[in-house]
C-alpha cells in the first residue's frame, strides 16, 4: 500500500470549515483513499473513501486531485466534537492479497476550538 | 444491532499470567481484525480472519494466538503476558464483497495492562 504524509496538526474555529490534507504520491491506480477518524479513547470510524471522484457524503467531503498524489478531507461546519485523529489510508480494494488490511499512520491531530 | 463489541473494557495482568479477549459482531462480516494501539501511535495488526475457521498473522502476532470457531466471534489469546503487551486492543471486522470496497467497524476496545 502507498504510504501517506499528514500534517501532524491542524486547529479549527467552530462552525468554520475543517481542512485536513494528505499526500499520497506513491499512489498507484487500483488504490483507494480511505479516511478514518478516533475520537479520544474510542474505536476508530470510518468516515469517507474516494478512487478518483470527489466524494461526499453526511460526514464529509472528500477532494482528490486528478493527479491523486494528494486528497483533502473537508469537514464542512467542525464542532467540538470533530476534534479528533483523522488518518488517510491508502489500499487496494480489499479481496486481493491484502485482505483489507488497514496500515494506520501517525494521523493529523484536529483540535477545534470555540 | 450492537455491532462491533469487546469484552472486557479493562483487564490487568501480572506478567505470565494469561487471558482472552473476546470481540463479537452481528453484522455476519466475513473478516475479523485485531490491533493493538500504543500510545501516540497508530493501530498495528495483530491478527486477522478471512471467515470462520480461518486466521492468519499480522504485523504484530508473536506472543499472541486467534481463534475463530464461529463466524461472529473472534477471540484473542495470551498464553504468558508480558509488560510489552500493555496497549489497548482493538477489533474490527468488514464484510466481504468481490470487486467492491468496504470499511472496516471496529470495537470500543479493551484497555490492558500487564504489571
Known amino acids: 500500500d502507498a504510504k501517506t504524509t499528514q500534517p501532524p496538526s491542524m486547529d479549527c474555529a467552530e462552525g468554520r470549515a475543517a481542512n485536513l490534507p494528505c499526500n499520497h504520491s506513491?499512489?498507484?491506480?487500483?488504490?483507494?483513499v480511505y479516511w478514518y477518524r478516533q475520537i479520544h479513547s474510542q474505536g476508530p470510524q470510518y468516515i469517507i473513501h474516494?478512487?478518483?471522484n470527489n466524494e461526499t457524503n453526511e460526514m464529509a467531503s472528500l477532494i482528490i486531485t486528478e493527479d491523486r498524489k494528494s486528497s483533502t478531507l473537508i469537514l464542512p461546519h467542525a464542532t467540538l466534537r470533530d476534534t479528533a485523529v483523522y488518518y488517510c489510508?491508502?489500499?487496494?480494494?480489499?479481496?486481493?492479497?491484502?485482505?483489507?488490511?488497514?496500515?494506520f499512520g501517525q494521523g493529523t491531530i484536529l483540535t477545534v476550538h470555540p | 444491532n450492537a455491532g462491533v463489541t469487546q469484552t472486557p473494557k479493562f483487564r490487568v495482568l501480572k506478567t505470565g499470567q494469561s487471558m482472552t479477549l473476546l470481540c463479537a459482531q452481528d453484522m455476519n462480516h466475513e473478516y475479523m481484525y485485531w490491533y493493538r494501539q500504543d500510545p501516540g501511535m497508530g493501530l498495528r495488526l495483530i491478527h486477522y480472519?478471512?471467515?470462520?475457521?480461518?486466521?492468519a498473522k499480522g504485523e504484530v502476532p508473536d506472543g499472541y494466538n486467534v481463534s475463530r470457531l464461529k463466524k461472529q466471534n473472534f477471540l484473542l489469546g495470551l498464553e504468558s503476558a508480558a509488560p510489552s503487551q500493555t496497549s489497548v486492543y482493538f477489533c474490527?471486522?468488514?464484510?466481504?464483497?468481490?470487486?467492491?470496497?468496504?470499511?472496516?467497524?471496529f470495537g470500543p476496545g479493551t484497555r490492558l495492562t500487564v504489571l
Open positions: 489510508i491508502v489500499r487496494v480494494n480489499a479481496g486481493g492479497t491484502s485482505y483489507g488490511k488497514l496500515t
Open positions: 474516494g478512487l478518483k
Open positions: 474490527a471486522s468488514r464484510p466481504h464483497r468481490d470487486g467492491g470496497t468496504d470499511t472496516q467497524y
Open positions: 480472519s478471512v471467515g470462520e475457521g480461518t486466521t
Open positions: 506513491t499512489i498507484s491506480g487500483n488504490e483507494y
